[in-house]
């Protein structure tokens, strides 16, 4: 009983229904990705790269034929991760030209060079392959001290568009009042005493209504574009480099 209740607590971390609603603190950020990531899933075929994969969360919602997984080499990683090849960080353990599609989700802010980054992701996707890459911009540090940068609409395009991606789709995510509700409930689990029982009572009793309250003040108030969670591009690569 106790596995079974670890997995639908791990499943709604990343694919929230109702349940999610009213145990998971990131509820209104996690379920917009998702919802993104369903949308233009149906373009990700073929041999896919997840590129800094861990669980593999999102596999599900694409065509892919065959799905590969990478992750940099360290121990959490091996003890945690569903991926199925490790990397220096450097340069990935794959031929040129060799992907249909890539996914990367979530993980660009943690890339300190990211023009290295789009360099491999552009060399083993093969001339017209499709990337998925999603990436946060109003988000507090993560992961620290591997938390480097947080990107504008702008600023994401550009980078792509230098290393021989053009774009095909963006998407802003939560461009209402749930951004300033998701800020709020991931203070109060940051600042919550770091005991998971405690954390989980309090996202019940408390970031749980506040979550509800996000989700009928989002219907209600404008919506502002230029203040939204996450950037989620669809590109294709145009250019070798």
């Known amino acids: 009983m106790i596995s079974s209740l670890k997995t639908v607590i791990r499943k709604e971390q990343f694919e929230p229904g109702i349940i999610g609603l009213v145990i998971n603190p990131f509820y209104i950020a996690r379920k917009a ?10 373009n990700i075929s073929g041999k896919t790269l997840d590129v800094g994969c861990g669980t593999k969360p999102y596999e ?11 992750e940099i080499e360290t121990t959490v990683h091996r003890e945690v991760s569903k991926a199925d090849f490790f990397y220096d960080g450097t340069k990935f353990p794959f031929n040129n030209n060799e992907f249909d599609s890539i996914v990367t989700n979530q993980v660009f802010e943690h890339v300190f060079n990211p023009d290295s ?3 491999e992701i552009n060399r083993v996707l093969k001339k017209n392959g499709i990337l998925l890459l999603t990436v946060p911009f109003v988000w507090d540090e993560h992961e620290q001290p591997y938390d480097f940068a ?12 230098k290393n021989g991606f053009e774009i095909i789709a963006h998407r802003k995510t939560v461009t209402n009042f749930g951004v300033i509700i998701q800020l709020i409930n991931g203070y109060i689990y940051k600042m919550t005493v770091r005991n998971s029982l405690i954390r989980q009572i309090v996202t019940v009793l408390v970031m749980f209504p506040l979550s509800i309250l996000g989700i ?3 219907k209600i108030l404008p919506s502002n574009k230029d203040l939204y969670l996450d950037n ?7 250019n070798d480099l």
Do not use: C, Q, T
């Open 232 to 238: 989620i591009i669809l590109a294709k690569k145009v």
């Open 60 to 70: 599900k919602y694409f065509k892919s034929s065959e799905y590969i997984g990478l």
């Open 33 to 42: 990705l998702l919802e993104s990531i369903k949308e233009l899933g149906d």
């Open 150 to 161: 947080r990107y504008s609409s702008f600023g994401i395009k550009s980078v792509l568009e």
């Open 117 to 119: 980054f789009l360099n």
């Open 216 to 218: 009928i003040l989002s």
